[in-house]
């Protein structure tokens, strides 16, 4: 059982800024694609942002220029900034190994119990 562990969310006015962080295995930290997703009720899960093994970076258009996602010590992060209404949601790291389709949930078999980011 892979265990990820989110911490991070909260309320926040629009135009804050929160930073998630994802703790993970090492060996998934080091070879796995890891990823932020959101989800608000009655949507489907969508995803944020994702690192992949070989350190490529990929941003979905809604939050491009605004959140940054990074790893370090075995841990991911996603800094959030000037954040929205629309940004509200429950935030869930993922992860899964090899060639995946970062911005599909249904690629990732791993995932945290989430933590809810509220703009008002």
């Known amino acids: 059982h892979v265990q990820l562990v989110e911490s991070g969310g909260g309320s926040v006015q629009a135009g804050g800024s929160l930073r998630l962080s994802c703790v993970a295995p090492?060996?998934?930290?080091?070879?796995?694609?890891m990823a932020w997703f959101r989800q608000v009720p009655g949507k489907e899960r969508e995803g944020v942002a994702a690192i992949d093994s070989d350190g490529t970076i990929s941003y979905a258009d809604s939050v491009k220029g605004r959140f940054t996602i990074s790893k370090a010590a075995n841990t991911l992060y996603l800094q959030m900034n000037s954040l929205k209404v629309d940004d509200t949601a429950m935030y869930f790291c993922?992860?899964?190994?090899?060639?995946?389709?970062?911005?599909?949930?249904?690629?990732?078999?791993?995932w945290g119990q989430g933590t809810q980011v509220t703009v008002s």
């Open positions: 993922a992860a899964e190994g090899g060639a995946v389709r970062w911005w599909d949930p249904r690629e990732f078999g791993a």
């Open positions: 090492r060996y998934i930290y080091n070879a796995y694609c």
